[in-house]
T-cell receptor, first 116, second 112 residues
């Protein structure tokens, strides 16, 4: 597709369950980012991928959160043993990284995660 | 540590008005600043990106400026329309990092 695609668009699950969120970046974009937007708060950075490597994981809030990227394309964000405070919209972005850092980030519509 | 603040938090104006949204950042070592709009239930749409070497960027009715010395960026919207109603977010990227630091946004409503 032409834009960043995220699935599912909505996810409701019980506390304690594991969830996987998927992001398909724009074709050819080597950089991929995950952010979280909790209700009434700004976007928080979670993790950044360049290719399949994650040089910056500093935003992951706990060891229950992990992410991977394969084929320099699809990325999966996994949250284990979900807690109610994990409820948020999880946004993925990608950018064309050609050696400079002045490329805009393009965002998907997000996954709205609700923990009961 | 970079912190980004947006004022006002909410703004309601009649159609046709010119308006200015403000964004302040604490770390002047900013590499670029990006403005986005977010519609309810949607992701972010990139509007403008200003590089640290630039002072302003324009796209249609939108003009964004960047003043590193004062730690400020403004988004100017000319001749506002109801379709401009959305939340506007600014985000700064500092040197030697790839992540964006976001402000909490300005919720804009333009009424007919």
């Amino acid at each position: 597709g032409a834009g960043v695609s995220q699935s599912p668009s909505n996810k409701v699950t019980e506390k304690g369950k594991d969830v996987e969120l998927r992001c398909d970046p724009i074709s050819g974009h080597t950089a991929l980012y995950w952010y979280r937007q909790r209700l009434g708060q700004g976007l928080e950075f979670l993790i950044y991928f360049q290719g399949n490597s994650a040089p910056d994981k500093s935003g992951l809030p706990s060891d229950r959160f992990s992410a991977e990227r394969t084929g320099e394309s699809v990325s999966t964000l996994t949250i284990q043993r979900t807690q109610q405070e994990d409820s948020a919209v999880y946004l993925c972005a990608s950018s064309l990284r050609t050696g400079g850092w002045n490329q805009p980030q393009h965002f998907g519509d997000g996954t709205r995660l609700s923990i009961l | 540590k970079q912190e980004v603040t947006q004022i006002p938090a909410a703004l309601s104006v009649p159609e046709g008005e010119n308006l200015v949204l403000n964004c302040s950042f604490t770390d002047s070592a900013i590499y670029n600043l990006q403005w986005f709009r977010q519609d309810p239930g949607k992701g972010l749409t990139s509007l403008l990106l200003i590089q640290s070497s630039q002072r302003e960027q324009t796209s249609g009715r939108l003009n964004a400026s960047l003043d590193k010395s004062s730690g400020r960026s403004t988004l100017y919207i000319a001749a506002s329309q109801p379709g401009d109603s959305a939340t506007y977010l600014c985000a700064g990227r500092s040197y030697n990092t790839d992540k964006l630091i976001f402000g909490t946004g300005t919720r804009l409503q333009v009424f007919p």
